[in-house]
C-alpha cells in the first residue's frame, strides 16, 4: 500500500452504515472483478448481467473503459505503469460503490495478478474475481474490434495475450468459460453466483436468530 | 477538457438508463457539491444529510477526505496541482455514482473556481453546487480540527482563507449560511432543496402525460 500522502484529515463519522444499505437493497455490496482477454466477452457479459441484476431489482452498476477511460482516467494511457494505475483507481471506485451497497461490475482486461491483488485489497472481502476465461486463440477468432490483427500487424504495442502478458488468476472466485457457454448461459451462472453470494438467505437474516 | 490518452476503446451500450435507474428508486441521481472553508460544516452536514435522505428512502451516498484521500487519492497531497487532481477525480466519481442513480454529496473545501467547473462539466445537469458559507473568523473560532489555529502558526501550508484563497462560489444553486442557521434548520433547508429538485413530482411522471 502506498502511504498516504495527506495529513490533517480529521474523521467525521459516517451514519448511514454498510448493513443499514445492505438491509434496504436485500443484497450485498460487492466488486464483481471480471479479468480476461480482450474478446473474451467481459463487456458483454457485464452489460448483460447489469441489466439481468437490475430487472431482479437489484443495485448494479458497469465499470467499463466506456465510461472510466473518457472520465477518472482520461490522463492514462496504455504503458505498463499507467495501466497500473489505471486498475487501481478503477479497484477504489469500485469499493466505493460496494460500499454504498451497490453490485459494481467492473470489466476492464486487468492482466496482472499484482494489480488485481490491490483492487482485491480495496474491496476486501466484498471482492469477487470473476475470470472470463477464452484462449488467445478464440479471441483471436472473434476479434470483435479488430484489434488482435492490428496487433499483429503491429499497429498496437504491448497487446495482452499477443506482445503483452495475461497472468491466469490463480484461485478466481468463479470461472466463466464463454469458449465453452453461450452467452445466456454464462449470464445464468453469473445470476446464480450473485444469488448464493451475495443475496441473504432467510437463515442468514438477523431476524431469523 | 484535457485530451483522452486512451485509444481503441470500443463503445458497448449500456442496457440500464439512467431513467430506469431514476424511475426505480424514485428519485434522480445527481451530485451535490458541497463547497466551503474548513469548519463551515460541510462534512457534519453532509452525514447528517446523507442519514436524513436513507431515511427517506433515496439512494445516497457521501464522498469526502475520509473516504477518498486514503484510497482513490491516497498518492495526492496538498500543492496546488494535486488539490485540483483531487477535486478532478472526486468530480468525474460523483459523476459516475450519479449516473448509476445516486446522490452522491461530496464535501471538499474545493477552494478554486476552476476546478468546481471541471466537476461540474464531468456530471452536467446533475451537478448542482452548494455553498456551505461561513466567514473565516466564524470557522476559525470554531476550528474544530484545530486546524486554524496550527495554520497560523505556520504549522500548515497553503491553508485555505489564511494563507491561500477561497473563491466564493459566484452562481451556487443553494446556499446554506451556517453562522446563522443551526445544523437541524440547514439539514432542513437541504432536504427540502433534495425534495424539490431531485424528487419528480406527479406532475412530470411520465404516466401523468
Known sequence: MPERK???ITRVEHRVSIEDREQRNRHKGAVLWFTGLSGAGKST??????????????QVYVLDGDNVR????????????????????????AALFARAGVICISAFISPYREDRAIARRAA??????VYIDADVATCERRDPKGLYKKARAGEIADFTGISAPYEIPEKPDIVIDTSRQ???????????FVMARLRPTDAESPHSN
Open 124 to 129: 476486501g472481502d466484498k471482492f469477487f474475481e
Open 45 to 58: 457479459l457485464a452489460i448483460a448481467l447489469e441489466e439481468a441484476l437490475f430487472q431482479r431489482g437489484f
Open 182 to 192: 453461450t452467452i445466456g448461459s454464462s449470464v445464468n451462472a453469473l445470476i446464480d
Open 70 to 93: 473518457a472520465g477518472l482516467n482520461s490522463d492514462l494511457g496504455f504503458s505498463h505503469e499507467d495501466r497500473t494505475e489505471n486498475i487501481r483507481r478503477v479497484g477504489e471506485v
Open 6 to 8: 495527506s495529513k490533517n
